[in-house]
Nanobody, 125 residues
Framework: QVQLVESGGGLVQAGGSLRLSCAASGRTFSNNAMGWFRQAPGKEREFVAG????????YYGDSVKGRFTISRDNAKNTVYLQMNSLKPEDTGVYYCAARYSRPGVGIKLDEYDYWGQGTQVTVSS
């Protein structure tokens, strides 16, 4: 079993920055891909960013490319999402996810095995 705990969400003005963290426990962290997803009110959960076990490969949703950066520190069992130039449309609950069942980085919800409880990000205009 894997436990994922997100932190770092909050309220920020448009153009500002936030850094989300996701701390993992319960299973070896350095062998699996990790991802961030988000869900806005009334919308489906969508892929934001993903990172390979080594950190060498990263993937981003089209709406966040060039503004968000995913990274990981395997020694700390933690994955990060640095969010810059935030927009009101970035508002939502951000979820961390872990993929153990298959190699590689996934971009779909059903490609991940474990999920955190989410952290709220609100961007005001």
């Amino acid at each position: 079993q894997v436990q994922l705990v997100e932190s770092g969400g909050g309220l920020v003005q448009a153009g500002g920055s936030l850094r989300l963290s996701c701390a993992a426990s319960g299973r070896t962290f350095s062998n699996n891909a990790m991802g961030w997803f988000r869900q806005a009110p009334g919308k489906e959960r969508e892929f934001v960013a993903g990172i390979s076990w080594s950190g060498f490969s990263t993937y981003y949703g089209d709406s966040v490319k060039g503004r968000f950066t995913i990274s990981r520190d395997n020694a700390k069992n933690t994955v990060y999402l640095q969010m810059n130039s935030l927009k009101p449309e970035d508002t939502g609950v951000y979820y961390c996810a872990a993929r153990y069942s298959r190699p590689g980085v996934g971009i779909k919800l059903d490609e991940y095995d474990y999920w955190g409880q989410g952290t709220q990000v609100t961007v005001s205009s």
